[in-house]
């Protein structure tokens, strides 16, 4: 048997969210990219751990796919967008969540939360992402070549790729802030 929730955020609550994201961004300024991201992998290995939920575990992987773009080689993330991933995953490099982590099943809802809205402001960089693994992968099979390898990262036609889809990103981003493609307007980073 299943039973489906719905949360509805009012403002308040997505005020304290966004209040939640300035305070880590500032308390992790001072933090490398590595740093942020190695943060952020402990929370999926502490998740790992536990019993949790399959909406919290959804979420978790979504996580996984943001702290993956930042280092991979073959996806070379310009640094003003590496920026907007990194700045995401500054909340979970804070150890000092709403929810304290060890609190059984809850423990990891206001992180689940908080990608979930990181996953909206981040959507056309994970959407880019999600298409150019699969390129890199179904290019790299058909053409009997190891995806991982170094040289395939650096190859011309996943160049060419690369930057298409990072070129739709962008005017994806852009159109969406612009009010052309939707009500979401990012709220969670801040820039400079």
Known sequence: M???ITIELGDADLQHFIDG??????????LSAQQVTD???RLLADSAGCAVPAFIGERLGKLGAMIEMVHDAG????DEDKQRVLSA????????DVIPDTVPVLGFL???IMIELCVRELKHELDAYEDFCDFRTSEARRLGVDASDHDVQRADWLEGRRDELQDRMRRRRRD??????GGW?????KFG
Do not use: I
């Open 75 to 78: 996806w070379a993330l310009p």
């Open 2 to 4: 299943s039973l489906t």
């Open 21 to 30: 994201m300035r305070k880590a961004q500032d308390e992790a300024r001072h």
């Open 176 to 181: 969406s802030y612009s009010g052309a493609g």
């Open 185 to 189: 307007r990012p709220t969670l980073f």
């Open 39 to 41: 943060a952020a992998k």
């Open 89 to 96: 995953l500054t909340y979970f490099a804070d150890p000092k």
């Open 110 to 112: 206001d992180d689940a």
